[in-house]
């Protein structure tokens, strides 16, 4: 069965760091585009951040680029989300997607990591 777990999410101050990580499991990890979500209280989930299979391609929410780095270590079926300069908008549910296109399923979720960004 797929599965997607996120951890690494937590309190931190305005202008801190944090890591999250996303072990994948389930499928052929280099079969699959790997992207963060996130969702803010009240809003739609959103792309932060995408990665193609062997990370020659990557793309950012603009409020992201500068400041977020996602990466996936392929030998450990591993994505991370890099993050700094943390502000509080970036505070939300932060979700680990896997996409394959030729997948019935199309596109699997994690069940989300809570980071929070206050003083």
């Known amino acids: 069965q797929v599965q997607l777990a996120e951890s690494g999410g937590g309190l931190v101050q305005p202008g801190g760091s944090l890591r999250l990580s996303c072990a994948a499991s389930?499928?052929?990890?280099?079969?699959?585009?790997m992207s963060w979500y996130r969702q803010a209280p009240g809003k739609e989930r959103e792309l932060a951040a995408f990665?193609?299979?062997?990370?020659?391609?990557?793309n950012y929410a603009g409020s992201a680029k500068g400041r977020f780095t996602i990466s996936r270590d392929n030998t450990k079926n591993t994505v991370f989300l890099q993050m700094s300069n943390l502000k509080p908008e970036d505070t939300a549910v932060y979700y680990c997607?896997?996409?394959?296109?030729?997948?019935?399923?199309?596109?699997?979720w994690g069940q989300g990591t809570q980071v929070t960004v206050s003083s």
């Open positions: 990665i193609s299979t062997y990370g020659r391609n990557i």
């Open positions: 389930g499928f052929t990890f280099t079969s699959a585009a």
């Open positions: 997607s896997a996409y394959n296109g030729q997948w019935s399923e199309a596109r699997y």
